[in-house]
């Protein structure tokens, strides 16, 4: 049974930080690439960061570049999104996902993922 699971949302002040985690379990073969992605009601799904688990090659958004730094330990099963200098428009859920072979560096910013997550909600207030 594959799980997916976020933490480490919440509320936090304009230009603070917070670290968000995704911890997988239940993969027969461990993932490709990881990602994150984001979303607010009444708005599509947007592609945040990626990386690939073998060799770390590491794919961001222009809206978070230079703010957020993704990360993955492996013998953790674990992938990390640090959020630094956060604005207001960070503050939609934030949802992990999984790709088992399919995504490139081309593709890497698409909703083509296999597994999602339930999501960790973020809030920046100001």
């Known amino acids: 049974q594959v799980h997916l699971v976020e933490s480490g949302g919440g509320l936090v002040q304009v230009g603070g930080s917070l670290r968000l985690s995704c911890e997988f379990s239940g993969f027969s073969r461990m993932p490709r690439v990881m990602g994150w992605f984001r979303q607010s009601p009444g708005k599509e799904r947007e592609f945040v960061s990626a990386v690939r688990l073998s060799g770390g090659t590491t794919y961001y958004s222009d809206s978070v570049k230079g703010r957020f730094t993704i990360s993955r330990n492996n013998a953790k099963n674990t992938v990390y999104l640090q959020m630094n200098s956060q604005k207001p428009e960070d503050t939609p859920a934030y949802y992990c996902?999984?790709?088992?072979?399919?995504?490139?560096?081309?593709?890497?910013?698409?909703?083509?993922?296999?597994?999602w997550g339930q999501g960790t909600q973020v809030t920046v207030s100001s």
């Open positions: 996902t999984a790709d088992l072979g399919t995504i490139t560096s081309e593709t890497a910013n698409s909703r083509g993922y296999d597994y």
